[in-house]
Each structure stands twice: as C-alpha cells, then as structure tokens.
C-alpha cells in the first residue's frame, strides 16, 4: 500500500506543478484578478479544453445509456410487447383505412364512369350517321312523305289502308244489363235472402 499511495502523490506532484495555494495555475492567475461583472471575492470559472480522452468517455457514457434504455425496452413483458404490437398495428390500420377506402371508391367511380363515356360515345357515332342520313335531300323527303304525309305540289295523295295496317278498335264493353227479371243483381241478392 506504501507503493500506491507513494504513487499517488508523486501524480498530484506532477499536477501540482506551477500551482499557487493549492490551484491550477489558470484557475490562481483568475483568482487574483477579479471578474468584472462578478464580486470582487469571487474567482471567475475557466472552462477546461476538451482532450480526446474525454471526448472519448463522453461518447462510451451515451452508448452505455442507449444501451441501458434498449436493454428496458427489451426487458418488457411479452403482453407489453404485445400491447404495444397491437396499438402500432391499429394505429397503421386507422391511418391507411381512409386513403384506401377514398381510393377504392374512386376506382369504383372511374369504372363507372368509363362505361358511361363508351355508352355516350356509340349515342354520338350513332346521331352523326344519322345526321349525315338527314344531308341527304332524298331521306328527308322519304321521311316527310312517310313521318308527316307531305305530297310534292301537284300530287294527289292516296291513302291506302289495308286490314294488318289498321290496329284493331276496341271492343265496346257489353254494359250490364240487368239480370233475370230486369232486377240489379243487389236486388237479386236481397230478394233470395229473403225467402
């Protein structure tokens, strides 16, 4: 114990070197001059330089604290872990719900709306034939004989109605005559209840 403790103050000799009363020698120049916004009896404080050292330490001292904080993560209790898996899952499952609900009925409506632009698009293929049939001036006069019975000036018209072509007329409806001995059938009724 002799050897370590001879040691020990060899190492504060060699610290102490070029120290006044006891304090390092920057720490003694500021001690005798005082600060001046601070009191005349109070020594200013000196910040030390960093060394690689204890840069180095510094670093090891956070690794060891982010290893202490994963090491209590993993030390939970698997219905924890599992609590914390399920609360993660809802909440991924929540944030997706709407923007995939939002897209699938925008696909539904894309689908639908596709189908309606094809439907309108054969109605327009199928109105410019027409329109095109109508440039014509022989349709239109075929059409105005056939649609609206018009004749050319000078022309007698001649309407010829054959038996297919004449829709049949309805039946006038047989009224009710009175039944047997010219009586309504109410009077019938009471007459039978009666007897």
């Not at 050897?3 to 500021?30: F, H, V």
């Not at 030390?75 to 897209?103: E, K, N």
């Amino acid at each position: 114990m002799d050897r370590r403790a001879r040691e020990r103050s060899s190492r504060r000799g060699r610290r102490t070197e070029g120290r006044a009363g006891g304090l390092p020698a920057r720490r003694a120049e500021s001690a005798a001059r005082p600060t001046e916004g601070s009191p005349a009896g109070r020594p200013r404080r000196v910040r030390r330089e960093s060394s690689p050292r204890s840069r180095w330490r510094r670093g090891l001292n956070a690794r060891r604290a982010a290893a202490a904080g994963a090491t209590r993560v993993l030390a939970m209790s698997t219905t924890r872990r599992a609590a914390v898996l399920a609360i993660v899952v809802c909440a991924l499952a929540f944030t997706l719900a709407v923007p995939l609900r939002t897209y699938l009925s925008q696909r539904s409506e894309i689908s639908e709306q596709e189908q309606r632009r094809h439907e309108l698009r054969a109605d327009v293929a199928r109105l410019q034939e027409r329109q095109a049939a109508l440039n014509d001036p022989a349709q239109v006069e075929t059409e105005a004989r056939r649609r609206l019975r018009y004749v050319m000036p000078g022309e007698t018209p001649y309407l010829v109605q054959l038996p297919e072509d004449n829709p049949q007329a309805p039946q006038p409806q047989a009224q009710q005559q009175p039944g047997v001995g010219g009586m309504a059938w109410y009077q019938q009724l009471w007459a039978t209840l009666g007897r």
